[in-house]
């Protein structure tokens, strides 16, 4: 297996990176087998934490207020991570919330990966549950906090690592990075139209908005106003 790498975990709003948000960015960088840096960042996601998100995380709308601007770290991640793959447990689900906020924040953000949830499902089938959680069990990996960013990343890694130990001949190519595929295209603030509209309708139907208005993309307000008419209908006048 490679021996430089950085393995990533982030914490979100929610499950879908087209409409919820990143949270926390945490990593581990791993040089030559050997550990050589941490990233640890809570990101102000410019909304209302949902409460299943908070129970999970810890993580209340008072931390997160006090969080980090999300492009800006994610600059700063794309800068720590370098040149060097990505590793970490369903990898792909924190690549597409880094490269949706990379690509907003206008940065290139192309990368190999390395899947520990892939390579444990082919090896290790006889488990009941391959979730991050069941395998640090099974391997008595510590897990002080789970669900924080970078703690499951450090956990992560030393699943990599016990997995790594299971390596073969055989099975040499599932230790080897793929290329990470998400498309997304850079999205667009909303206009000055949909501002108003939005607006209009929220104060009409007396509706609380649990996301700062000024953050959304074109895409987000289109998609909030549209569920807004379906169920309370038009602002009449």
């Known amino acids: 297996m490679i021996d430089s790498y950085v393995v990533v975990d982030v914490e979100t709003t929610g499950l879908d990176p087209k409409k919820d948000r990143l949270l926390e960015i945490g990593a581990l960088k791993i040089l030559e087998g050997r550990p050589a840096g941490t990233f640890s960042k809570l990101i102000n996601p410019r909304c209302e934490i949902p409460e299943k998100v908070k129970n999970l995380t810890g993580i209340t709308n008072r931390m997160a207020s006090m969080g980090h601007p999300v492009s800006q770290t994610v600059l700063e991640f794309i800068e720590f991570a370098g040149n060097l793959p990505l590793a ?32 444990s499902r082919q090896l290790l089938p006889e488990l009941p549950s391959r979730s991050l959680e069941a395998l640090c069990a099974h391997y008595e990996i510590y897990m002080e906090h789970h669900h924080r960013a970078l703690d499951d990343a450090v956990a992560t890694a030393e699943l990599l690592h016990r997995l790594a130990e299971l390596e073969t001949s055989e099975n040499k190519a599932i230790f080897q990075p793929k290329p990470l595929l998400y498309r997304i295209k850079k999205e667009k603030s909303m206009t000055k139209h949909q501002k108003k509209y939005l607006i209009d309708l929220l104060k ?33 006048r």
């Open 88 to 119: 970490g447990h369903h990898v792909i689900f924190d690549y597409s919330f880094l490269k949706r906020a990379a690509v907003n924040a206008g940065a290139v953000f192309e990368k190999e990966g390395l899947d520990t949830l892939k390579i």
């Open 204 to 236: 009409y139907h007396r509706i609380k908005l649990g996301i700062e208005i000024d953050s959304l993309t074109r895409n987000e307000a289109s998609r909030i106003t549209d569920e807004i008419l379906s169920e309370y209908g038009k602002a009449r």
